[in-house]
């Protein structure tokens, strides 16, 4: 069975994923996936410096992840020529880590912010939509030590609520607890997951 977790930045999405990665789920992070790409992939590192230039670099040459946020998140346009560069890479090896789990017979869970935007719904077994107020949502990037403005910037970069809530099957809300994400989650495995 693959299941597509997904919802805007900060809503709990990843938080879902692993607890259902606790359940007996195989986990395949996209996140975790696109940080492995641009830190091994000197291809890919390289297109970056040439298309955001060498501020994105630390001083020992390795990249400055929240630096190239910042730049890629100020505009669609710098957006877009970041997901051209790092997308590819990231969804080749996402694919790859999926069919394998699938193939051993496992439940696999994708992780994945832009599992829409990808069209990956389109090949889940069972998609999930973790929803969060938007004060929710910039109260856990400012915490995650993202300036504000530049929170605001990744918020309105995002899918609306409406798109997640069309394409996908479940919606869970996170508005009060992670226990109770939790509790909606183990009646989802039971119910939907573990006796398919």
Known sequence: MLI???GQIGSGKSTAARYLEKLGAVLVDADEIGRAVVENDDEVLGALVEAFGGSILTRDATLDRAGL???AFASETNLETLNAIVHPSLLAELHRQAEAALL???IVVID???LL???LDEDCDLTMFVYAT???QLRW???RGIVELDARNRLRRQLPDSEFRSRCDIELQNTTSPEALYRSLDRLWS???ARS
Do not use: N, P, Q
């Open 117 to 119: 935007d990808w069209g």
């Open 141 to 143: 990037l400012v915490a």
């Open 191 to 193: 119910t939907h997951i």
């Open 104 to 106: 051993a017979g496992e």
């Open 69 to 71: 946020a910042r730049l």
């Open 112 to 114: 994945a912010a832009l």
């Open 4 to 6: 597509g977790i997904t």
């Open 134 to 136: 938007k004060e929710d």
